[in-house]
């Protein structure tokens, strides 16, 4: 079992920034493909950045492309996303997640263990 806990989230202008963190508990991420969600009200949740366990191979959604970063710290069991240039549009709940085996996905579904969220709300 891993425990996702995510911090970071605040309200920010459009233009600013926000470096969301995610720390895992029970077991090492190493072992995980960690991604980054986020669910909008009245929207289905989506699919955000990937990271492979190596930190090398990072996947990001073509919304956030440019802007987002995923990171993976696995020295400090911690999962990052940076995030630059927020727009309204970014406004969500930012969801933490890890899958087992070694391909990335877009499909949250396919993730085995969530955190509970943090509210990021970009305003205009």
């Known amino acids: 079992q891993v425990q996702l806990v995510e911090s970071g989230g605040g309200l920010v202008q459009a233009g600013g920034s926000l470096r969301l963190s995610c720390v895992a508990s029970?077991?090492?991420?190493?072992?995980?493909?960690m991604g980054w969600f986020r669910q909008a009200p009245g929207k289905e949740r989506e699919f955000v950045a990937a990271i492979k366990w190596s930190g090398v191979n990072t996947y990001h959604a073509d919304s956030v492309k440019g802007r987002f970063t995923i990171s993976r710290d696995n020295a400090k069991n911690t999962v990052y996303l940076h995030m630059n240039s927020l727009k309204p549009e970014d406004t969500a709940v930012y969801y933490c997640?890890?899958?087992?085996?070694?391909?990335?996905?877009?499909?949250?579904?396919?993730?085995?263990?969530w955190g509970q969220g943090t509210q990021v709300t970009v305003s205009s």
């Open positions: 029970g077991r090492p991420i190493s072992a995980y493909v």
């Open positions: 997640a890890a899958k087992t085996g070694g391909t990335w996905s877009t499909y949250a579904s396919l993730y085995d263990y």
